[in-house]
């Protein structure tokens, strides 16, 4: 499974190389984004809250521009057939869960490292602030995939996918949104375990449900 | 495991039983039951939209029938339809490859994602006259030429079962007597299963099944 999730990936990492479809788009995507509000903005001072609210607004909405493309691309190509006939239902949410955390982690750094530049956002312990992140965005990552192989077969797909996305990603949200306001003002680790814990279980809850609910969905 | 599958133990079987199917309160057929042992072929013919790609599908777990199921029964062990497609090689018009590849990374992928290796590719590639647009995008290639690479897809891995689509739809000549040929050669070794309506494609095939009769 581990070995065809990878080929699943490599095949993924290929066609974005060559199409440049996703990637591209996003990093328009960020930057546009982060502009708007640099401008909106300008020289006021804003404080943390609003910034940890920016900041996963930002990364909300280029998540769920960019992964829903996992799924979908197959289902509008007619190629979901190929994958079928030849691998596990397992091996392909795996290899596709492995191209969106990559992908996703592109794009989050770029937007964050952005977003910092810009604002002259100072962050008072950097190091929670990117563990933060990551467990943020690795949640992002596995709702966001779940949840594009569910929509890829729907008509309306460009409008499913925040409505069902919205509920599922609230807990991370929240949970992301306070620790980012903790590290931005400054903090311990310890004050944050509550939230780093709660992350943890979230993303291993979400993925359970996802290996577990897939074959039904992959099943047409 | 099926009576009628422990009959069989040790001659492959794959059993269709009491499949219906139907989309929309429609019905595509009902009460389809069938087998086919290894060296026996079979065409599956019928008008238009009466069900021969829904069948195939089915078969190959492309698709879930509403009632029914298939089997396989393979060196004294049953698969489900779960798990027919690992021992399947399936072509069909409505299977697309990815445009993005080239014809013999689409060939590589499939073999690596069927876990076997990738020494056959070359073989086929030159066994379909492929060789020259073996490294051209898949997007660049005619219908012809992209049909003769789903035929050398639903080879690759040396499947038991064969399941073609309407296999000679878009290939010229030189391209049918190709396939003829590789039919003639597995007939006696594994299960072909042809869904069509062309008369020279369905007499490859000792048996024939019409689904309208199943309506």
Not at chain 1, 31 to 44: P, Q, R
Not at chain 1, 185 to 193: C, H, I, K, P, Q
Not at chain 2, 32 to 43: D, H, P, Y
Not at chain 2, 144 to 154: I, P
Request: glycine share 6%; net charge positive; with cysteine.
């Amino acid at each position: 499974m581990f070995k065809a999730g990878i080929e699943i990936l490599k095949k993924d990492l290929k066609l974005e190389l060559r199409s440049r479809y996703a990637l591209n788009s996003l990093l328009m995507f960020i930057l546009v984004l982060v502009c708007i509000f640099k401008f909106a903005l300008g020289e006021e001072k804003i404080s943390e809250q609003v910034h940890a609210g920016i900041i996963w607004a930002l990364i909300f909405f280029t998540c769920t521009g960019g992964l829903s493309r996992a799924f979908v691309s197959e289902e509008e190509k007619g190629t979901s057939a190929f994958l079928k006939l030849t691998t596990s239902s397992s091996s392909v949410i795996l290899g596709k869960l492995f191209f969106n955390i990559l992908l996703s982690f592109i794009t989050v750094s770029a937007l964050v490292l952005l977003y910092i530049l810009l604002t002259d956002l100072q962050i008072a312990v950097p190091l929670l602030f990117v563990l933060i992140l990551f467990l943020g965005t690795l949640g992002l990552s596995v709702v966001l995939t779940i949840i594009s192989s569910l929509i890829s077969k729907a008509n309306s797909k460009g409008n499913l996918y925040p409505v069902l996305s919205f509920p599922l990603i609230l807990p991370l949200m929240l949970s992301s949104i306070n620790s980012t306001i903790i590290c931005i003002e400054g903090t311990t680790f310890f004050a944050l375990s509550q939230d780093i814990i709660l992350l943890f279980s979230y993303i291993i809850v979400v993925t359970t449900a996802s290996f577990m609910l897939f074959p039904f969905v992959w099943q047409d | 495991m099926s009576a009628s599958a422990q009959k069989g133990i040790g001659i492959p079987i794959l059993s269709v039983n009491s499949l219906s199917k139907s989309f929309n309160n429609k019905t595509v057929f009902k009460d389809l039951s069938f087998e086919v042992k290894q060296g026996m072929s079979l065409a599956i013919t019928g008008k238009n939209g009466s069900g021969k790609s829904t069948l195939l599908k089915i078969i190959c777990g492309l698709l879930s029938p509403n009632t029914g199921q298939t089997q396989l029964l393979f060196s004294g062990k049953v698969y489900g339809s779960n798990e027919i497609y690992k021992f399947t090689g399936f072509s069909a018009p409505y299977l697309n490859l990815y445009d993005e590849l080239t014809g013999y990374e689409n060939l590589e992928l499939a073999a690596k994602l069927r876990g076997t290796g990738i020494k056959n590719i070359i073989k086929l590639i030159n066994r379909f006259e492929l060789s020259e647009s073996s490294k051209l995008l898949c997007k660049n290639y005619s219908s012809g030429m992209k049909q003769r690479l789903k035929l050398a897809f639903s080879l690759l891995c040396d499947p038991f079962i064969l399941l073609f689509d309407e296999p000679t739809t878009n290939i010229d000549e030189s391209g049918i007597l190709i396939f003829k040929k590789i039919i003639e050669e597995h007939r006696s070794k594994k299960i072909i299963i042809i869904a069509t309506n062309d008369k020279s494609e369905t007499g490859l095939c000792e048996n024939t099944l019409n689904v309208e009769e199943y309506k």
